[in-house]
């Protein structure tokens, strides 16, 4: 979500450092006219952890965030039929530009993803290729530059841009909506909570069924530029026979400027239907 939302929730930093010197009707600003450098917001990212921020990309400006590499391994799943699933993402990637004070949109790509599937019945299968474009809109309703609370929403559609049915890929345009919370704590801890919904394809008929995604997050600096998070992550199909996935994360966040944040993590799976295990490494950077 954020820098973690340990950083970017721990804001208490917009209306603290301009105290002495109120903000400006940052209304004014937009794409073809940029906030001032030095009326930028704090940089809040949408990643490391599932949980998206209400905290949009100032107008005019723009935002790399992205896993260099992502990893997963699946062999508890719900078919126990003792299968392996290995999949690799290199550099999926979500950019974001500024368009208003309180709305940007967001191009998520997936350049390369390699699925090495082994199964004791069918034998070794490989994947490989571009994967699904996403576009997002996220308009923020309250708290971009201030407050003890942030809110917004986020409506998005997928393109079915992937090669040979790769990862959730079905060659059918899909779409939601997304509702995330930002909310300061006590001693310096920040909480996020988002629900999702999601309209997507039945993997059985032409249809379409609604899938629910909720998460809650809790993140807190650690030591200097270095915050972590924890995270619980859950979504619920409506489709006749699917199963709830369920995951807790963990992650670190360093933020190596005010324009550049790291970030390493583990996305653990708590229900069968949930990959293993997901470590990744990323990095966001805006500009």
Do not use: C
Not at 11 to 22: E, G, H, I, Q, R
Not at 100 to 117: A, M, R
Request: charged letters at 15%; a negative charge; zero cysteines.
């Amino acid at each position: 979500m954020n820098q973690t939302l340990a950083s970017a929730l721990l804001v208490t930093t917009a209306t603290a450092a301009f105290a002495a010197d109120p903000l400006p009707d940052k209304a004014q600003y937009n794409l073809l006219n940029p906030t001032p450098p030095q009326w930028l917001r704090e940089m809040s990212t949408d990643r490391p952890d599932k949980t998206e921020s209400p905290y949009t990309v100032d107008a005019g400006h723009f935002q790399i965030e992205m896993d260099l590499v992502n990893y997963s391994y699946d062999k508890h799943n719900s078919k126990r039929d003792g299968t392996i699933v290995r999949t690799w993402g290199i550099a999926p990637v979500n950019l974001k530009v500024g368009l208003l004070n309180n709305l940007d949109v967001q191009f998520v790509l997936e350049p390369h993803t390699y699925v090495h599937t082994s199964d004791p019945a069918a034998g070794v299968s490989k994947q490989r290729g571009f994967g699904d474009i996403t576009t997002r809109l996220k308009w923020n309703l309250w708290g971009n530059d201030g407050g003890a609370t942030a809110f917004a929403l986020m409506p998005y559609f997928k393109l079915p841009t992937n090669q040979d049915l790769l990862g959730n890929g079905n060659h059918s345009v899909e779409f939601g909506l997304i509702a995330p919370l930002a909310v300061e704590l006590p001693a310096g801890w920040g909480m996020g909570l988002m629900t999702q919904l999601d309209v997507v394809r039945d993997t059985t008929s032409s249809g379409y069924h609604p899938e629910f995604v909720n998460t809650v997050t809790f993140g807190h600096d650690i030591i200097g530029d270095l915050g972590g998070y924890v995270e619980f992550f859950s979504s619920v199909s409506t489709e006749r026979g699917s199963s709830w996935v369920g995951t807790v994360d963990l992650g670190l966040t360093y933020a190596l400027t005010k324009n550049i944040q790291l970030d390493a993590g583990i996305n653990l799976g708590v229900t069968r239907a949930a990959d293993d295990w997901n470590p990744f490494v990323g990095i966001s950077w805006r500009f």
